[in-house]
């Protein structure tokens, strides 16, 4: 079973940026459609980005739209979720989901790898 794992969440004040990273060890995503979903304090946990490793199709949250990039190094075989000005709301654990095939979507379910997910805390 695929395992992913992320790095990159912390502490950041608002206005801020982080990157987020995915990777598999021992996994190619060659196929893959990748994810990234969140879940705040008391929240459920909700879509963020989402994107097929072949490229071509791309989906965004509304509230994340214009400051969050997902994106992919070939080379690394890793999936990032960059973002920029950062709000007291995207505090959340963030967590990365794959698909060994298919189309992505915004759906949990449609998910098979999920990640342990890191902590990202925006706050002044």
């Known amino acids: 079973q695929a395992q992913l794992v992320e790095s990159g969440g912390g502490l950041v004040q608002p206005g801020g940026s982080l990157r987020l990273s995915c990777a598999a060890p021992?996994?190619?995503?060659?196929?893959?459609?990748m994810a990234w979903f969140r879940q705040a304090p008391g929240k459920e946990r909700e879509f963020v980005a989402a994107?097929?490793?072949?490229?071509?199709?791309?989906y965004y949250a509304d509230s994340v739209k214009g400051r969050f990039t997902i994106s992919r190094d070939n080379a690394k075989n890793t999936v990032f979720l960059q973002m920029n000005s950062l709000k007291p709301e995207d505090t959340a654990v963030y967590y990365c989901?794959?698909?060994?095939?298919?189309?992505?979507?915004?759906?949990?379910?449609?998910?098979?790898?999920w990640g342990q997910g890191t902590q990202v805390t925006v706050s002044s």
């Open positions: 989901a794959a698909r060994p095939y298919g189309l992505p979507s915004r759906e949990q379910k449609s998910y098979e790898y």
């Open positions: 021992g996994r190619t995503f060659n196929t893959y459609a």
């Open positions: 994107f097929s490793w072949s490229g071509g199709v791309t």
